[in-house]
Nanobody, 115 residues
Framework: QVQVVESGGGLVQPGGSLRLSCAAS????????MSWYRQAPGKERELVAS????????NYADSVKGRFTISRDNAKNTVYLQMNSLKLEDTAVYYC????????WGQGTQVTVSS
């Protein structure tokens, strides 16, 4: 059974940091590009960052470049999102996504940036 389970969300003050984790199971993790998306209230889901199968290539939304870092550990079937210098506008539900052809979403983890 395919599963991707996010963790690490929470409440943080502006300028703070969080590290999200996404644990995958039920499929050969190293064969799939992985991504993090987010969806803020009243907005469409947007791509935050993605990483290639072996982790040698990453892509970021302009809004998070220089602040967020995506990484993966294929031995642990886990992808991470290190978020630094968080801003109020980073508040959203963050989703882990296993790319095509699996096209599988996690349930999401809430990140709230507030003073």
């Amino acid at each position: 059974q395919v599963q991707v389970v996010e963790s690490g969300g929470g409440l943080v003050q502006p300028g703070g940091s969080l590290r999200l984790s996404c644990a995958a199971s039920g499929f050969t993790f190293s064969r799939f590009r992985m991504s993090w998306y987010r969806q803020a209230p009243g907005k469409e889901r947007e791509l935050v960052a993605s990483i290639s199968r072996i982790g040698d290539t990453t892509n970021y939304a302009d809004s998070v470049k220089g602040r967020f870092t995506i990484s993966r550990d294929n031995a642990k079937n886990t992808v991470y999102l290190q978020m630094n210098s968080l801003k109020l506008e980073d508040t959203a539900v963050y989703y882990c996504y296993a790319e095509h052809p699996l096209n599988y979403w996690g349930q999401g983890t809430q990140v709230t940036v507030s003073s």
